[in-house]
Nanobody, 119 residues
Framework: QVQLVESGGGLVQPGGSLRLSCEAS????????MGWYRQAPGKERELVAS???????EHSDSVKGRFTISRDNAKNTVDLQMNSLKPEDTAVYYC?????????????WGQGTQVTVSS
């Protein structure tokens, strides 16, 4: 069993910055992928950014140049630095982790942290 704990969400003015952090704990042998998704009310959950083993990084087009994902393999954490925030970035942000479990890959989700961008 793997548990994910997110932190860093809150209220920020347009143009401001926030840094989200996710810590994974539990029965972890190896993490294949760590990433961040977000979901606004009435919208589908969408990928924000992900980082795979070997530091293969992907950012969605809407956040490229503003958000940066990073990973600390020793601490089993993944962070999302969010700069130049816009009102349309308002959403619940979810941490996502895929771990190795024998011959299979298991996916876990955090409970989510609210990010609100408003003046």
């Amino acid at each position: 069993q793997v548990q994910l704990v997110e932190s860093g969400g809150g209220l920020v003015q347009p143009g401001g910055s926030l840094r989200l952090s996710c810590e994974a704990s539990g029965s972890i042998f190896s993490i294949n992928v760590m990433g961040w998704y977000r979901q606004a009310p009435g919208k589908e959950r969408e990928l924000v950014a992900s980082i795979r083993s070997g530091d293969n990084i992907e950012h969605s087009d809407s956040v490229k140049g503003r958000f940066t994902i990073s990973r600390d393999n020793a601490k089993n954490t993944v962070d999302l630095q969010m700069n130049s925030l816009k009102p349309e970035d308002t959403a619940v942000y979810y941490c996502n982790v895929a771990v190795v479990a024998g011959r299979r890959e298991l996916v876990y989700w955090g409970q989510g942290t609210q990010v609100t961008v408003s003046s």
